[in-house]
């Protein structure tokens, strides 16, 4: 059973074939186009400007992964031309799409897939669109079934992935769990009591983690994305320093909740970086910066921390799941496993590659709703974008 992924919320262009290996999953084809430099230049990423990347790169990358597999076999015919009509009718937001795609069609025979699986939600709606309009095209012209994904489920699920090489990975099936999910996008604390039934208990009522970090490293003159670059920033400080000057506020920490709130450790740093420089008069100094970077990365840890420490506690679960882009960072990895193993608690953090968005994590995720009896699939024309999908 081979199963073709798209993933295509934000900046990231992912494509990946999954294959079952006796009781384990083989990644056999990945592909990934990152958008990092194109946004590096604005601070951020435009949804208008993401869309056009990932259809400029899907087709391509699909090729490149098929063809890892061992799936794609060259077939020279017009069948790509026989379905102009419908290609058109299904990419008329995507037209740079259309002629890719009946090139496509018409160099290569259909693959041994079983099934599609693509990103729904929740991300840039109109870089969804560019996941979902090919994975229609695909699955009605190969007449493969096609099943939505919920991108954050993606992380929980990857998260837990245990890995036996490079390219074989084991599914752990877990229930009694709790997903602290961190990204450019999300904060979120989500339960899982039995297996692949989610609850959302909490999540930030502002700014999500990933969001903060990127925001404070512009102040710090860091490119986008700046979470790693903060984070290397405030290991330096602690590296060469004893001492924090600065300390930044840890809000909602005790509130009686499952929320967080980032803004404010924002605006805070925001404020105390225009009374260091006089209101911009003078830059800051380098020791100011890593300084600021670590009191940042520590409120912002310590507030993660707190709140999930009350959940584990409140819910009694026995498994800690840390996905999404920031579960890359290494002082969380430090500071959550120190906390909480002790605990008896069981920590998954996705393996460092797959921390940030990439097809594998929508292929893993089908793959195990098929493989617990738990699928669905969706007909082409009910598959729709849906930026604010949750649990
Ligand atoms: O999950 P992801 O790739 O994309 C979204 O779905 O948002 O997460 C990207 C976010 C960015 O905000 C990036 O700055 C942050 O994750 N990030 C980090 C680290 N690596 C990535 N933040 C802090 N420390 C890191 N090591
Ligand atoms: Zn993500």
């Known amino acids: 059973m081979k199963i073709l992924a798209i993933e295509t919320s934000c900046d990231e262009t992912g494509i990946c074939v999954i294959s079952k290996k006796d009781e384990l999953l083989e990644v056999s084809g990945n592909a ?3 958008q990092i430099e194109l946004h590096a230049k604005y601070g951020g990423v435009f949804p208008a400007m993401a869309k056009r990347a990932h259809a400029a790169k899907i087709i391509p990358l699909i090729i490149e992964a098929l063809l890892q597999a061992n799936l794609l076999a060259e077939e020279l015919s017009s069948f790509g031309e026989t379905y102009r009509t419908e290609i058109e009718n299904l990419c008329t937001k995507e037209t740079e799409m259309i002629e890719p795609l009946i090139s496509f069609f018409n160099t290569y025979a259909k693959p041994d897939i079983a099934y599609i699986a693509v990103t729904i939600g929740p991300g840039l709606e109109p870089a969804l669109w560019v996941g979902i309009n090919t994975a229609k095209v695909l699955g009605k012209i190969w007449n493969i079934p096609i099943i939505p ?3 954050m489920e993606g992380h929980i699920i990857t998260a837990a992935l245990e890995k036996k090489n490079e390219q074989i990975y084991k599914i752990n099936k877990l229930e009694n769990t709790l997903s602290l999910l961190i990204s450019g996008g999300h904060t979120e604390l989500v339960l899982e009591e039995t297996l692949l039934d989610y609850k959302k208990i909490g999540q930030t009522r502002d700014d999500a983690v990933g969001e903060a970090f990127d925001k404070v490293a512009r102040m710090l003159d860091l490119a986008y ?3 790693p670059k903060v984070s290397a920033y405030a290991q330096e400080f602690r590296d060469t320093h004893i001492k924090n000057p600065f300390t930044l506020p840890r ?4 509130s009686d909740d499952y929320d967080f709130s ?3 450790i ?3 740093a925001l ?3 225009r009374d260091l420089t006089n209101n911009k008069e003078r830059e800051l100094s380098h020791d100011e910066k890593i300084a600021i970077a670590c009191a940042f990365e520590d409120a912002v840890i310590d507030v993660l921390k707190h709140k999930t420490k009350k959940a584990i506690e409140e819910y009694g679960v026995q498994n800690l799941i840390i996905g999404g882009g920031v579960a890359g960072n290494t002082r969380l990895r430090k500071l959550f496993t120190e906390s909480f193993e002790p605990m008896g608690i069981t920590l998954f953090f996705p393996e460092p590659w797959l921390a940030t968005d990439n097809g594998i ?3 893993v995720t089908a793959f195990y709703m098929v493989t617990a009896g738990k699928i669905k699939t969706s007909a082409p024309e009910n598959l729709v974008a849906d930026g604010n999908l949750s649990f």
């Not at 809000?251 to 005790?254: A, G, L, V």
């Open 32 to 34: 990934l186009s990152s």
């Open 149 to 151: 994904i919920n991108h």
């Open 225 to 227: 994305p700046g979470g």
């Open 251 to 254: 809000p909602m920490m005790y």
């Open 262 to 264: 980032f803004s404010g």
């Open 266 to 268: 924002k605006t805070a």
């Open 271 to 273: 404020y105390l970086i």
């Open 361 to 363: 994590m929508i292929g």
